[in-house]
Each structure stands twice: as structure tokens, then as C-alpha cells.
């Protein structure tokens, strides 16, 4: 079983910065991906951004395209947000989640273990 904990959350002014962590027990063969996740307040879960950690490969959803950036640290079993030029819209709980591949990045159902989740607040 794998085991995540997100951290870096916190309260930040529209277009301020913040980077999470998503730190995990192992990056495995049978999970290699990891995603980043976020809900709103009476909002679906959306999948925001994914890595495979052994070689880098990123995708994201396009309202953050250009704004956040995802990484990783492989020999830290540790991948990051760096979420940039943050808007009020952005405000959510994130998680991060890992899944054989990051196909299905948008779909959180595909993804097998889950972290417990960093509040973001974005203020206007």
C-alpha cells in the first residue's frame, strides 16, 4: 500500500504563489503516476495535473496550463505544485494520488491511493 501527505497549503492573495509537496512511502513500478487533485466547496473532484515520476512526463487541465507547474524528485519519492498567478477560482481542497499511468489524469476514480488533502485559499 502507498501512503501520501500533501503539505504547502495555506492562505495566499490572488496572484501569489504557493508549492505543494506530495511526499509518498514508494514510487512503484505498479504506481508510477502521480496527480494532483482538487474540490471546491460543492464541487466535483477535478484532476489538475499529473507526472510520471520516472521520467518526468507532465499533463495538466487546462485552466492551470501556463500557471502551475508539476515536478518531482525522484530519489525523494516527492513530487511538487508550483502554483503560480493563483486566482480566487483556484481555492480547494488539493490532494495528491497515484495511479499506473497518467492517462486518466482528469479522472479521479482511476487513481488508487489518496493523501489526506492541503487546503488552498486564494482571497480577492
Known amino acids: 500500500q502507498v501512503q501520501l501527505v500533501e503539505s504547502g497549503g495555506g492562505l495566499v492573495h490572488a496572484g501569489g504563489s504557493l508549492r505543494l509537496s506530495c511526499g509518498t512511502s514508494?514510487?512503484?513500478?505498479?504506481?508510477?503516476?502521480i496527480g494532483w487533485f482538487r474540490q471546491a466547496p460543492g464541487k466535483e473532484r477535478e484532476g489538475v495535473a499529473c507526472i510520471v515520476m520516472s521520467d518526468g512526463t507532465t499533463y495538466y487541465t487546462d485552466s492551470v496550463k501556463g500557471r502551475f507547474a508539476i515536478s518531482r524528485d525522484y530519489a525523494k519519492n516527492t513530487a511538487y505544485l508550483q502554483m503560480n498567478s493563483l486566482k480566487p477560482e483556484d481555492t480547494a481542497v488539493y490532494y495528491c494520488a497515484t495511479d499506473t499511468s497518467c492517462r486518466y489524469y482528469e479522472v479521479p476514480a482511476e487513481f488508487q491511493y489518496w493523501g489526506q488533502g492541503t487546503q488552498v485559499t486564494v482571497s480577492s
Open positions: 514508494s514510487v512503484t513500478l505498479s504506481y508510477p503516476a
